[in-house]
């Protein structure tokens, strides 16, 4: 089992920047990619970005240029980072961390950004 904690969401004005973490704990050896993606109101969760094991990187059209991935290993404990930059009040939604572990997802609970205009 992988847990996933996600924190950093708030509110914040459009033009603003938010940084998002997520910690992984449990069987976190082996987790090849890690992910972040986002669901607003009334509409289907999609991808934002992933961060390969090998540090390879990959963004939405939506956010490339505003938003980076990073991550973090440690020996207990892997984490991983979205900065949010110039932030649009379309960019507002539930924000979820995910992993990928030898071909099994899991979720985080989720973390509300809000931006306003």
């Known amino acids: 089992q992988v847990q996933l904690v996600e924190s950093g969401g708030g509110l914040v004005q459009a033009g603003g920047s938010l940084r998002l973490s997520c910690a992984a704990s449990?069987?976190?050896?082996?987790?090849?990619?890690m992910a972040w993606y986002r669901q607003a109101p009334g509409k289907q969760r999609e991808f934002v970005a992933t961060i390969a094991s090998d540090g390879t990187t990959n963004y939405a059209d939506s956010v490339k240029g505003r938003f980076t991935i990073s991550r973090d290993n440690a020996k207990t404990k892997t984490t991983v980072y979205l900065q949010m930059n110039s932030l649009k009040p379309e960019d507002t939604a539930v924000y979820y961390c995910?992993?990928?572990?030898?071909?099994?997802?899991?979720w985080g609970q989720g973390t509300q950004v809000t931006v306003s205009s």
């Open positions: 449990g069987y976190i050896f082996s987790i090849n990619v």
């Open positions: 995910a992993a990928t572990r030898l071909g099994r997802n899991f």
